[in-house]
């Protein structure tokens, strides 16, 4: 079982920064493949970036060249390092984590991962 913990949302201008931080625990962390998705009030839940257990890592569209997905595997923390923050980015961030690896863009993929956060918001203000 694992167990993830987001912190680190909150609300911003546009064009502002957040770093979104994931912590793990239950489940050896080098091991995980573990992802950023968004969904917003009465829309689907959307990837955002994934990272593999070898730090691959691959990001939507939306976010391509503002938003960095990294992890530290001597803190069992993932993190999500958002800029040039839009309106459009507002929404309940969750972390998800898988155990092992896949290819292609199963790091994208919402249907890969076993676990989930609870959840935190981010609110872009224009």
């Known amino acids: 079982q694992v167990q993830l913990v987001e912190s680190g949302g909150g609300s911003v201008q546009a064009g502002g920064s957040l770093r979104l931080s994931c912590a793990a625990a239950?489940?050896?962390?080098?091991?995980?493949?573990l992802g950023w998705f968004r969904q917003e009030p009465g829309k689907e839940r959307e990837a955002v970036a994934g990272?593999?257990?070898?730090?691959?890592?691959l990001y939507a569209d939306a976010v391509k060249g503002r938003f960095i997905i990294s992890r530290d595997n001597a803190t069992n923390t993932l993190y999500l390092e958002m800029t040039s923050l839009k309106p459009e980015d507002s929404a309940i961030y969750s972390c998800?984590?898988?155990?092992?690896?896949?290819?292609?863009?199963?790091?994208?993929?919402?249907?890969?991962?076993?676990?989930w956060g609870q959840g935190t918001q981010v609110t872009v203000s224009s």
């Open positions: 990272i593999s257990p070898y730090s691959r890592s």
């Open positions: 998800a984590a898988a155990i092992g690896s896949s290819g292609g863009n199963s790091l994208l993929s919402s249907e890969f991962y076993t676990y």
């Open positions: 239950g489940y050896r962390f080098t091991s995980l493949s």
